[in-house]
């Protein structure tokens, strides 16, 4: 029995390369689903137009965010938390000062609150990597022929090809397609400046087919689409299921694994009976996330209160004032996920490519503006309709090897439970990294048609942006708590490691597309050791 713990992305991706193979794979996962009256309201949305939508209804989806400092522990998916895992007895993982990121337990992992940005990883910035993007590349095309993709033949194609023939555009909003026009006309000094842009890249069903309607423009994306048209892997799961390519085990956390000659003894709790289980595997594949990943890993060694670091490709936002005004934001007819891509190429700003992703005007947005020193302002109506028409946010990425750190251990407590205690390595070169791309920004305002409001730079914790991983990276000859290039673990030849925990380092463009693209190589490598 071929098992995969997990399915986020990664454990998704993993699972697929094998079941083309010709496995049958069983999946062990938590599952938390959405709600039943939540699901209730989406399911009555999704065959409604959006003007036929009740208030009710809209605003159940919305939901209300939570007020905190930390932002990262609020966000929702259709008015609810239920992707990430907020029972601390499941996990355990305590922040220092509670200051951190969540993990997920959900039904689709993390993939049920992403960003849907799809972008691969250059050469470049994976030099120290035991593979390279030769290798990855098969598997980026494996992955976009079951995730639904917007990419277009545009400039970016140069730096960072799509990897898909999809044809399923997605038209920016006219904020967005104002800006790329004022970029389009400067492209040249643009360039030169080391500056590459083009439309988003989004996991968006975008066009209709058989299966599913197009998009609706219903300004809902950073709340969760009512017509599933975003892209979460608890989608590619319920067609496995469907086709009974696999057994998919719910309420099964994980805690341990063990090796004994040719199997691989799994355990762990089943969370609905409250009672141990235990499965015997002949190859496992484990994709729960970093968190639970390294937690499982740790525990299975019995390597206590030794620190392990987890990399981030630490995130900052920039709010951006254009120029000129878009009129009728407010009630346009969009989509409200990232509209542009901006790559900086610039040695001068730093060693590695810098990825940033623009947001035009989302009820999101305002809500979140409205709890600043903008609310009063933004009151009036002139005000209102001046600045949201011209106001963009600038969300970048950073490398890893410029980034901030989390320090994880897992430790015993007097009670004899075993937690996953996270610490904050903050960075001062993520800093210095960050203002400098402010300043490149400043300097290329002219071009950019756009400056950006540099005190207004918000810099999160790391972690802060979910772009993390590295825990047990591949390596050429892994060190005891490394991994070989198929994600195996010292001395256990049939563990295989495949989200974001063994990447050896962080670019800064998306994480998740170049995650998918390595579990699904492992995969099809580990699948071709036991021939179903």
């Known amino acids: ?65 939570p007020t905190t400092h930390e932002t990262n522990h609020s966000k929702l998916s259709y008015g609810s938390p239920y992707s990430i895992d907020t029972r601390r007895a499941a996990i355990d993982v305590r922040w220092k000062k509670n200051a951190g990121f969540n993990h997920s337990l959900a039904r689709g992992g993390l993939s049920n609150i992403w960003g849907a940005s799809l972008l691969p990883y250059r050469q470049a910035d994976i030099a120290d990597w035991p593979i390279s993007l030769e290798d990855l590349a098969p598997h980026y095309r494996a992955v976009m022929d079951f995730v639904p ?146 937690k499982i890993v740790l525990h299975s060694l019995e390597i206590f209160d030794q620190p392990i670091s987890l990399l981030d490709s630490q995130y900052f936002i920039y709010p951006l004032l254009r120029f000129a005004m878009t009129s009728g934001v407010e009630t346009e007819d969009m989509h409200t996920s990232s509209q542009a891509f901006l790559e900086m190429d610039d040695q001068s700003v730093s060693a590695h490519m810098v990825h940033l992703q623009i947001y035009g005007y989302s009820s999101f947005l305002h809500h979140e503006l409205k709890q600043t020193f903008l609310g009063l302002p933004l009151r009036f109506s002139g005000f209102r309709r001046h600045f949201l028409g011209r106001l963009l946010i600038a969300q970048g990425f950073i490398h890893s090897k410029e980034s901030g750190s989390i320090a994880l251990t897992l430790k015993k407590a007097s009670d004899g439970k075993v937690f996953l205690d996270a610490r904050i390595q903050k960075s001062n070169k993520a800093l210095a990294t960050t203002l400098r791309v402010g300043w490149k920004l400043l300097k290329q305002a002219l071009n950019l048609r756009a400056i950006p409001l540099l005190p207004g730079l918000q810099f999160p914790k790391p972690g802060s942006g979910y772009h993390s991983g590295g825990t047990f990276p591949m390596g050429k000859h892994p060190q005891t708590l490394g991994t070989d290039f198929i994600g195996r673990l010292p001395m256990m030849d049939r563990v295989h490691l495949v989200d974001a925990s063994v990447l050896p380092s962080i670019p800064a463009t998306s994480i998740t597309f170049s995650v998918m693209a390595n579990a699904h190589r492992i995969a099809s490598i580990a699948g071709q050791l036991d021939p179903p």
């Open 1 to 65: 029995m071929i098992v995969v713990i997990g399915s986020g992305p990664a454990a998704i991706s993993a699972t697929m390369a094998l079941v083309h193979q010709g496995h049958h794979v069983t999946i062990l996962d938590v599952g938390t689903r959405l709600e039943a009256d939540q699901q209730a309201a989406v399911n009555r949305m999704s065959v409604q137009e959006p003007a036929s939508w009740s208030g009710v209804d809209l605003e159940s989806v919305i939901g209300k965010r």
């Open 149 to 294: 993709g917007t990419g277009i033949q545009d400039d970016l194609e140069e730096i960072l090809p799509i990897y898909s023939n999809q044809k399923s555009p997605l038209e920016p909003s006219n904020q967005g397609q104002a800006l790329l026009k004022d970029l389009e006309k400067k492209r040249a000094a643009l360039r030169r400046s080391g500056v590459y842009f083009g439309r988003s890249r989004l996991a968006i069903r975008a066009t209709g087919d058989a299966s599913h309607r197009e998009c609706a423009k219903c300004t809902l994306c950073l709340s969760g689409c009512p017509y599933g048209l975003i892209y979460s892997s608890a989608q590619t799961l319920e067609t496995l299921i469907r086709n009974g390519d696999v057994t998919y085990l719910d309420n099964h956390l994980v805690e341990k694994f063990e090796q004994v000659g040719n199997e691989v003894i799994v355990t762990g709790r089943h969370l609905a009976k409250d009672i141990p289980f235990s499965y015997q595997a002949s190859r496992l594949f484990v994709g729960a996330g970093v968190l639970p990943t390294a």
